[in-house]
C-alpha cells in the first residue's frame, strides 16, 4: 500500500492545503518533521494561498522547496499553475509562452486554452523553446500542465519497470542497475521513481558525458530510464542514482 501511496503522490500531486502529515511525507524533500510544520504553519495561518509560502514553514529549506513545490497543489492559489505540475521554477516560461500564443493565466483558469498546443505548432516548438530559454521536452510539459490545470496529467504515462527484488530503500547497494520513471525535471536534475517509495535524484553532471545546458535537453516526465545507484542515505531519506555506466565501475574500484 506504502508503495501506491506513494506513486499516487509523485503523479498527481497532493493538495497542500488538505494533506495529512503522514501523505505529506510521501512527497520528495519532505520528512516527518517538516510535515509536522506544515500542518501547524496551516492551522496557525490559515490556508496556503501559494507555493511560495512554503519557504516560511520552519525547517523547510531551498532544497527541500525545489524538491517538493512541483507536487504541491493548491486550488485555492490566485495564480493556476499553483495548482499544475508546472514547478516554480518554470512559472516565468509558462506565462511567457501564454503570452506568445495570445493568452493569460486567467483563460487557463477558464479553460479558453482548448487550441494551445496548435498555437505552439504554429509558432514551431524549437522557436518557441529558443524564445522562452528553455528545451522542447520542458515545453511539451508546460503545455500539457496548462491544458489540465487541477488534473493528473500523467495518467498515460508507462509504469516503472521495478525489480521484484527491491522492495525499499534498504534493498539498495551502490552500483545497483535499476529502471525507473523520470517523475520531475528541475534545473539541478532530475527525480526518478525506482521504486522504493523515495524517488532518487539523478544529478545533472550524472545524466550524460556530453554539455547539457539543463536536463529537460535529455530528460522529460515519463521518460523511462537506466540508472545505477551512487549512494543511499537512509536517515535523510536520499538517493543518489547515476544514468552513467562508467560510474559505475569507479564506484566497484573504490
Not at 498555437?119 to 518557441?128: D, H, S
Not at 534545473?187 to 539543463?214: C, M, P, R
Request: net charge negative; glycine share 8%.
Amino acid at each position: 500500500m506504502d508503495g501506491v501511496v506513494e506513486n499516487c503522490v509523485n503523479n498527481v500531486g497532493v493538495n497542500l492545503n488538505t494533506a495529512s502529515p503522514s501523505l505529506l511525507t510521501r512527497v520528495s524533500g519532505i520528512n516527518s518533521a517538516v510535515a509536522h510544520n506544515i500542518v501547524i504553519f496551516r492551522e496557525e495561518n490559515g490556508a496556503f494561498s501559494s507555493r511560495a509560502q512554503l519557504k516560511k514553514v520552519p525547517k523547510l529549506g531551498a532544497k527541500a522547496f525545489e524538491q517538493c513545490a512541483g507536487f504541491m497543489r493548491i486550488s485555492e492559489s490566485k495564480n493556476v499553475l499553483d495548482n499544475t505540475g508546472v514547478h516554480p521554477e518554470s512559472y516565468k516560461a509558462a506565462e511567457n509562452l501564454l503570452k506568445l500564443c495570445g493568452y493569460t493565466l486567467s483563460d487557463v483558469s477558464s479553460g479558453a486554452i482548448s487550441d494551445l498546443s496548435d498555437r505552439v505548432k504554429l509558432l514551431g516548438e524549437e522557436k518557441a523553446a529558443e524564445n522562452l530559454s528553455i528545451g522542447v521536452p520542458t515545453l511539451q510539459d508546460i503545455v500539457k500542465e496548462l491544458l489540465r490545470p487541477g488534473r493528473d496529467p500523467r495518467d498515460e504515462l508507462p509504469p516503472a519497470l521495478l525489480r521484484t527484488d527491491v522492495m525499499s530503500m534498504d534493498d539498495l547497494t551502490a552500483g545497483m542497475e535499476l529502471k525507473g520513471t523520470v517523475r520531475n525535471v528541475i534545473d539541478f536534475g532530475a527525480f526518478i521513481d525506482i521504486g522504493v517509495h523515495q524517488d532518487g535524484l539523478v544529478h545533472i553532471s550524472q545524466i550524460t558525458d556530453k554539455y547539457i545546458k539543463h536536463p529537460s535537453d535529455v530528460l522529460k516526465v515519463g521518460d523511462v530510464v537506466t540508472v545505477w545507484v551512487i549512494s543511499v542515505d537512509i536517515a535523510k531519506k536520499r538517493i543518489a542514482l547515476t544514468m552513467k555506466p562508467q560510474k559505475v565501475n569507479e564506484l566497484h574500484t573504490q
